[in-house]
């Protein structure tokens, strides 16, 4: 079979589980999972070579819908368990899916140096802007204003930008997506899964239950005015300007990933053993 009749062959329902979501009826999280599935569709991966890693919260929930390869980690954790896999099987495609409390709160160093280190994967986060699996609290990426009973008058802090910080940090592939265009977030994380590097994709995926005003983003987003680049500098004074609601691939740069290169042990693990000997 050629890899073309392999693409041919493949379709986006091949990579859905019969595990049914328990998403609120209306979360975004629903449409990203078919961007998933469209994405690893348009790019003929066979299903045993896909690995989908997580953290905690309701948009990690996503392995357990596909039928690839997945572990359901811990809060915070999953780009250090997704390096940990990516380096000791290079020949998986990892794809990395959190949420912004996830990602941004208590995973936020991993994060950083992620996208420092550039190990070859997809790290996807569904920003909601709010925590949604424990009932509604801010997350780094909450407006100042959020004003509920968990945060009278709102926290007054203002947001951290998270493609800024994944720009500066080093990640060589940045972009925005909005989960209610499936489609174009199909194209732009097939995009990112063929980036020979880390590439970061921010969904905006509204959360209706705690954030029923997101409804808007529908009419809020716009694709990007201007093309991606492969220029940081540029990227970054793109970014001094972006309202938050711009869709497509900021940056595409070319750095090198980082791959150590594993070869005989240098030590003998029976001697190590026997040091630790009580
Ligand atoms: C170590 C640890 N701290 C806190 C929690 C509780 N907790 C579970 S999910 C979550 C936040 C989820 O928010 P987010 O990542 O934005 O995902 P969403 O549910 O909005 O998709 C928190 C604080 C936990 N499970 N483990
Ligand atoms: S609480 Fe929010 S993020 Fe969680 S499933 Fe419901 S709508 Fe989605």
Same mark, same amino acid.
Request: glycine fraction near 6%.
């Given at each position: 079979m050629s890899?073309?009749?392999?693409? &041919?062959?493949?379709?986006?329902? !091949?990579?859905?589980?019969?595990?049914?979501p328990v998403w609120c009826p209306g979360c975004g999280d629903y449409h990203v999972?078919?961007?998933?599935?469209?994405?690893?569709?348009?790019?003929?991966?066979?299903?045993?070579?896909?690995?989908?890693?997580?953290?905690?919260?309701?948009?990690?929930?996503?392995?357990?819908?596909?039928?690839?390869?997945?572990?359901?980690g811990v809060h915070g954790r999953s780009l250090a368990l997704a390096a940990g896999l990516k380096v000791t099987r290079p020949d998986l495609t990892v794809v990395v899916a959190s949420g912004d409390g996830d990602g941004y709160s208590i995973g936020g160093n991993h994060f950083l140096h992620a996208c420092r280190r550039n190990i070859d994967m997809t790290y996807v986060v569904m920003d909601n802007r709010v925590y949604g699996m424990t009932k509604g609290q801010p997350s780094p990426t909450t407006e100042p204003d959020f004003d509920t009973a968990l945060t009278p008058g709102g926290t007054g802090l203002s947001p951290f930008h998270p493609l800024v910080i994944a720009l500066a940090s080093g990640a060589s592939f940045v972009a925005?997506?909005?989960?209610g265009a499936p489609n174009e977030t199909a194209e732009i994380l097939a995009d990112a899964i063929r980036h020979p590097g880390f590439s970061?994709?921010?969904?905006?995926?509204?959360?209706? #239950?705690?954030?029923? !005003?997101?409804?808007?983003?529908?009419?809020?987003?716009?694709?990007? +005015?201007?093309?991606?680049?492969d220029d940081a500098a540029r990227a970054a004074r793109?970014?001094? #300007? !972006?309202? *938050?609601?711009?869709? *497509?691939? &900021?940056?595409?740069?070319?750095?090198? +990933?980082?791959? +150590?290169?594993? *070869?005989?042990?240098?030590?003998?693990?029976?001697? &190590?053993?026997?040091?630790f000997e009580l």
């Open positions: 890899s073309l009749d392999v693409r &041919l062959a493949c379709k986006p329902g !091949d990579y859905k589980s019969d595990v049914t999972l078919l961007s998933f599935t469209r994405a690893f569709a348009a790019l003929g991966l066979p299903r045993e070579q896909i690995a989908v890693i997580s953290g905690i919260g309701c948009s990690s929930r996503i392995p357990a819908y596909t039928n690839c390869y997945g572990f359901h925005r997506a909005f989960s970061f994709v921010e969904i905006l995926s509204p959360c209706v #239950t705690f954030r029923p !005003d997101e409804k808007e983003w529908k009419s809020m987003v716009h694709k990007a +005015p201007v093309p991606e680049t793109r970014l001094m #300007t !972006d309202d *938050g609601f711009n869709i *497509g691939v &900021l940056y595409r740069g070319a750095r090198k +990933p980082f791959q +150590p290169a594993f *070869g005989a042990p240098s030590i003998d693990i029976a001697e &190590l053993e026997k040091e």
